[in-house]
């Protein structure tokens, strides 16, 4: 059980497009997920935390108009990154908490590749 | 602030044994974990601590001290697959999880 998907696995995009990621819990209805950048050689560092039918909390230093989240249902979130630019190149990992197992492990995606040409 | 330190990279021979300290100043504490991330892959759970002691599961074993603000990971009879980042995670006081920059390990035969 707690199988959390992401789509797309990689993306390729434009710079100044958007992309839309979608984080997915499988067997479990998630009240709150979570948004994780990961550069090469680095960490996991916490873009935002998403609760399901409020608005997304953002972490100090990431911008919200660029970083939409919508958290629109207990299995979906998504995070679009607006007018993309080869900054935003990165690895971009979900996660999900399940509530009725424990209050504080988080299940993570397998992660989305984007590149930003 | 959040602090969380790890080393940056260790190298290990295949059959030996590793420690993979962490060490953590935190607003709030509900726990630590321990992952293992393959290159280009998501984060596996390796353990969870939340009391002080040792947790042995298989090869792997993972201390705490709270009040030392110090956890490691300890890895037995080393493998190649256990070539990988292990990050030392810890549970704040608002139940987010902090990173520390984690650790590359390689182990050679």
């Known amino acids: 059980g707690a199988v959390v998907s992401q789509h797309p696995s990689w993306v390729i995009c434009k710079s100044g497009t958007s992309v839309k990621i979608e984080c997915r819990s499988l067997?479990?209805?998630?009240?709150?997920m979570f948004w994780y950048r990961q550069f090469p050689k680095q960490s996991l560092m916490l873009m935002a935390t998403?609760?399901?039918?409020?608005?997304?909390?953002?972490e100090q230093g990431v911008e919200k108009d660029k970083f939409l989240i919508n958290h629109a249902s207990l299995t979906l979130s998504t995070l679009t990154v607006t007018s993309a630019h080869p900054e935003d190149s990165s690895f971009y990992i979900c996660?999900?908490?399940?509530?009725?197992?424990?209050?504080?492990?988080?299940?993570f995606g397998p992660g989305t590749r984007l590149t930003v040409t | 602030g959040q602090n969380i330190d790890q080393p940056t990279e260790m190298t290990a021979t295949e059959g030996a044994i590793v420690q993979i300290n962490c060490t953590y100043q935190?607003?709030?504490?509900?726990?630590l974990f321990w992952y293992q991330q393959h290159a280009g892959e998501a984060p596996t759970f390796l353990s969870y601590?939340?009391?002080?002691g040792l947790e042995e599961k298989g090869r792997f074993s993972s201390f705490l001290s709270r009040s030392k603000g110090y956890s490691f990971l300890l890895l037995k009879e080393l493998q190649m697959k256990d070539s990988a980042s292990y990050l030392c995670?810890?549970?704040?006081?608002?139940?987010?999880?902090?990173f520390g920059s984690g650790t590359r390990l390689l182990v050679r035969p």
């Open positions: 995670a810890v549970v704040d006081s608002s139940y987010k999880l902090i």
């Open positions: 935190t607003s709030g504490f509900n726990g």
């Open positions: 998403s609760n399901e039918g409020s608005k997304a909390t953002y």
């Open positions: 067997d479990f209805q998630a009240t709150t």
């Open positions: 601590s939340v009391l002080d």
């Open positions: 996660s999900a908490r399940d509530p009725g197992t424990s209050d504080y492990e988080q299940y």
